[in-house]
């Protein structure tokens, strides 16, 4: 069984950085691409960040280039997302997602196939 834990949200103020955690089980961590999602009351959820471990490719929306950064670690089989420069806006919940198809077919796509509980991430102003 696919799971997908994620940890580490939480209030921070503007201008702070914290670091989501996504734990992971029941796959082949290296064979997925995995990424980070959000979803702000009352808004669509939205991608975020991307990444295959077994390649190291990454991809960013642009809205977040160079405020965040998606890493992983394989043997742990975690994803990581850093995010620094926090803004209000930033609040909202964040889900970690897992999909077995190649980096360059999902990346960018809201239909991912696994998905965590998600964690809350709220940023004072």
């Known amino acids: 069984e696919v799971q997908l834990v994620e940890s580490g949200g939480g209030l921070v103020q503007a201008g702070g950085s914290l670091r989501l955690s996504c734990a992971a089980s029941g796959f082949t961590f290296d064979r997925y691409t995995l990424g980070w999602y959000r979803q702000a009351p009352g808004q669509k959820r939205e991608g975020l960040a991307w990444i295959s471990p077994r390649y190291g490719r990454t991809d960013y929306i642009n809205s977040v280039k160079g405020r965040f950064t998606i890493s992983s670690d394989s043997a742990e089989k975690v994803v990581y997302l850093e995010m620094t420069e926090l803004k209000p806006e930033d609040t909202a919940v964040y889900f970690c997602?897992?999909?077995?198809?190649?980096?360059?077919?999902?990346?960018?796509?809201?239909?991912?196939?696994?998905w965590g509980q998600g964690i809350q991430v709220t940023v004072s102003s």
């Open positions: 997602a897992a999909d077995p198809n190649p980096f360059w077919m999902v990346v960018g796509i809201d239909e991912f196939h696994h």
